[in-house]
């Protein structure tokens, strides 16, 4: 069922067909889903996108030494390159607002490749410490407490 909402909402304020199509690929919805919101022929959202993922693809083996032959990539695919780097699709880059030069953490849960950000990794240590602690109970008023004891044991020794 097409969420025409979610796809003006995604394509409003573009000029042309090809600009919306590209937008709504990037979105993840399918050829036929775009064709039936933009009242057009399957060929030629079909046309528009292939024209597209050639020139990403092109774009993403420069980039990773990757020959352009070996199939396109779709939006959320990524390719391994040759010294093991991978490139994130920019509409997931955005939508976690990561910037080149940020660090990931990267684990293997479930033999799948997890991506976090450190700030959703502090988030995720922080729910699982929270899990232990006492309600109304704080940890920082407790380590400063014990610095306190520890240092008048010292001054009595």
Same mark, same amino acid.
């Given at each position: ?27 993840? +919805?399918?050829?036929? %889903? #775009?064709? *039936?919101?933009?009242?057009?022929? +399957?060929?030629? =959202?079909?046309?528009?996108? =292939? *024209? $597209? ?12 030494? /990757?020959?352009? %032959?070996?199939? @396109? ?12 780097? &991978? @490139? #994130?699709?920019? /509409?997931?880059?955005?939508? !976690?607002?990561?910037? $080149?030069?940020? @660090? !990931? #953490? ?6 799948? &490749? ?7 990794? /502090?988030?995720?240590?922080?729910? #699982?410490? *929270?899990? +232990? =602690?006492?309600?109304?109970?704080? !940890?920082? %008023? ?8 520890? /240092?008048? *044991? $010292?001054?009595?020794?």
């Amino acid at each position: 069922m097409l969420n025409t909402a979610q796809m003006s909402k995604l394509t409003q304020g573009l000029g042309s067909k090809s600009e919306k199509m590209r937008t709504l690929a990037k979105a993840g +919805y399918s050829r036929g %889903d #775009i064709a *039936r919101f933009l009242g057009t022929s +399957y060929q030629f =959202v079909r046309n528009v996108l =292939v *024209r $597209e993922e050639g020139r990403t693809s092109a774009a993403m083996a420069d980039a990773t030494n /990757v020959p352009s %032959d070996l199939g @396109t990539p779709s939006p959320n695919r990524v390719r391994l390159g040759a010294a093991g780097q &991978i @490139t #994130i699709p920019e /509409v997931i880059r955005t939508t !976690l607002g990561i910037n $080149e030069g940020d @660090t !990931l #953490i990267a684990t293997v849960e479930d033999e799948e &490749i997890r991506l976090m950000t450190i700030p959703a990794a /502090v988030r995720k240590a922080q729910a #699982i410490v *929270r899990r +232990y =602690v006492p309600e109304g109970v704080s !940890l920082v %008023d407790e380590l400063l407490e014990d610095r306190r004891r520890e /240092v008048e *044991r $010292e001054r009595q020794e």
